[in-house]
Every structure is written in C-alpha cells, then in structure tokens.
C-alpha cells in the first residue's frame, strides 16, 4: 500500500521538531568538549544526523547534486542536504517490487526506478506521476533531458535497452535495442549517445534514434565474459568490467580497445574514473589504481592498497578509500602508501568525486559529512567513535 501521505506526515513531523537535524544549537548541545587545533592526518566531522534508524538500517547513500539519498532496508528515502545535513523530506517510492534503484535527478524532480514502475517525485518528496513498463527493470537510469535510458528484462534470459519518455502519458517507450543477456549495467551517455554493456558479454553504443556508433561487426564490442556492473564515460574513453577478468576503456567513437587491464579473476564491481587515475575493485587484491591517459595498452597498476574496497573522494594529493573493516584511509595519489586512517568505522559510504569530503553512515542512522584534515590550523573536533561519542562541528 501507498505510503506517501504517511511518510509525508512523518517528515514534517520530524522538521517541526527537529527530529534528525544537524543545526549548529543542536550540534553545540552535543559537544564532548570545545573545537580545538587539528592536527594534519585526521579526520574532522562538518555535520551529523542521527535518524535513529535501528530498526530499519541504513544500507545505501547516494550523492546526487545538492542532496544526500539514504536509503533503508525496507526501501524508505531520507533526503539530506548535502551542506548542512538537515533531513528535506522522507520519502516512500511507489514499490512494484525488485530492487529500489538509485535515483535520477532530472531537473527539479527525482526518478525512483523499481519492479516495473518508475515513481517520479519532486524535490520537495511529494508525488508527480508513476511510469508503468511491461517489464522489470533490470538497471539504474541515465538521462538525456526528458529521455530515460533503463536496462529491462525480456524474458528467456534476454534484455533491452528502452529509451522512455517520461512526459508521455501512454506508452512511454519510444524504443527498445534487445541483448541476447540481462543488461545488468546502468548505462553511460556522453554527448547524446547511450553506451550500455550486457550479460551476452557485448557493450553497444547507440544514438538517440537507437542508430549504432561503432563501425564494428555487429556494432558492438563482443567479449568471453559478462558486464554486469555500470558503465562509465568521460571524453577519454568508456570504461566497462567484465567477468573474463578485464577492465576495458575503449574508445568513444570507434569501440577499439584504447587500453585493458587483466586482474586474473572476474571483475564485478564498476570502475571509479577521475581526472588522471581509475580505480578498481578487484576481489583478493583490493583497490587498483591505473594511469587513465598514459601507459601501455596492457596497463599495469600505479598502485596497490589491499585492504581498501571502496573509493570514497579525493583532493590534489590523497584519495580516500574504504578499509574493507570500515575504516578510512588517506592514501598518496602518486605511490599508494597510506598517509593516515580513520579511529571510527562506518557501515555504509556515498561515492563523491565533486570535493574531498566524505559522507558516511552507521546502519542505525547516523549519517556524517566528513573532511579531511590535511594542513594543521583547522579549528573543530576530531572524529572518533560516532558510535559511542557524539562530535562537534567544525568551525
């Protein structure tokens, strides 16, 4: 059943009093003890909510824009603003089933694909309109303008691409590229054209007009393995993990090989790209880090950090990853050695490649904005155990 109004009261409940905010009174309220110098090498907390969520974990962030999307187990969305932490609204999205997918900003509303439908609200958590499909959703969604691209399941182990008009009141589909696998993969677009890998082991690239781009044999780069983690592009290249074992970045306008890299087991986790470096995950070894723009075509690593899993964010020098125990570490860009690591451990981390901050939850509710302390002088408290002890602002 429809849980909007309800969620609806809730939020507004919780604004009325306060309920979740991180303002600076109540934040001051909980100080352990007055802001002092930082030293280099830690880690400071900006602003905190605790949702109070025991009983309903946190097991998702999402960084999009302005907003910070926590999502709970039983699939409720708590949006956050990204400055100051204070909680927007409590959403519900319409659930058909299947997963909750991670939300698409398209202007002032939000798209929330799961099961076969896709809830469209705005950005204030009211309800616009729901898209009905006549089949599940396979994958996150990308966009260009009012045009979503979602992977959909077929049936018989197939898939489709679908190019949907979400400003249409029937029949919302424009177009449908069947694979011969699930298109697992949430789709990259760069410059109007939609780049989508599948379960068959093939990655297309198509147009608006579901026009094939790439002038190769069946236009489509072919592998032995599967893709069944995102895809990403930027005006280097496009970059796509496969289960042979290999990370892909080919090129935008012909689909040729531009550089690969070989882990020696399958690849299931997407590839994080930035300025000068992608970052891998690769099961049994941790975080790769591979020269983007120079190297050989069988790119070897820059470095190694093997307890890491997850990347984080990054500044001119450091980039911080997720210990696989749930820590922090601050490694050097250039060489790998870990610089220093976080006291406190968290459950959940959004991805940021907008800034060096970092956003972290506990599974009980307690989200954190989180900076890294690189030069001595800064005024605030460092983070220590958020499970245990609250932290003060940084000033």
Known sequence: MKRHLLCLCLCLTALASGFGCASREKNAARKVSGPQPLPSGSFAEQWFNDLKLAKDPIDELYLREDVLFAYTKSDLVYAIGRSNGELRYLADPEHSGGVLRPPLLIGDLVLYPTGSTIDILNNHGRPVKVVTLDKPIRSGAVNIGETVYIGLDHG???????????????????????????????????EKTIYEGAEDGKLYAVNEERGGVWPLAGGAFVTQGRFVSDIKVDDFGVYASNTDSKLYCLDRATGKIKWQYYAGVPLKNAPTVTAQIVYQFVPHTG??????????????????????????????????????????????KVTGK????????????????KDALIYAATSAGRIVQIKPIVREGEVGNIVVDLRDEPIALVR
Not at 175 to 186: F, H, I, K, L, V
Not at 338 to 353: G, L, R
């Open 287 to 332: 975080i790769v880090a591979l020269d983007k723009t120079t190297g050989d075509i069988n790119r070897r690593p820059r470095w190694i950090a093997p307890e890491a899993t997850q990347y984080l964010s990054e500044d001119d020098k450091l980039v911080y990853l997720r210990r696989k125990d749930g820590h922090i570490q601050a490694a050097d």
């Open 156 to 190: 018989g182990g197939y898939g489709v691409l679908a190019s949907i008009d979400i400003v249409k009141a029937y029949k919302p589909i424009t177009w449908e590229m069947m694979t011969y696998g699930a298109t697992s993969p949430t789709p990259a677009v760069f």
């Open 338 to 353: 870990i610089q220093f690591e976080s006291k406190s451990k968290f459950d959940v981390f959004a991805v940021n490649q």
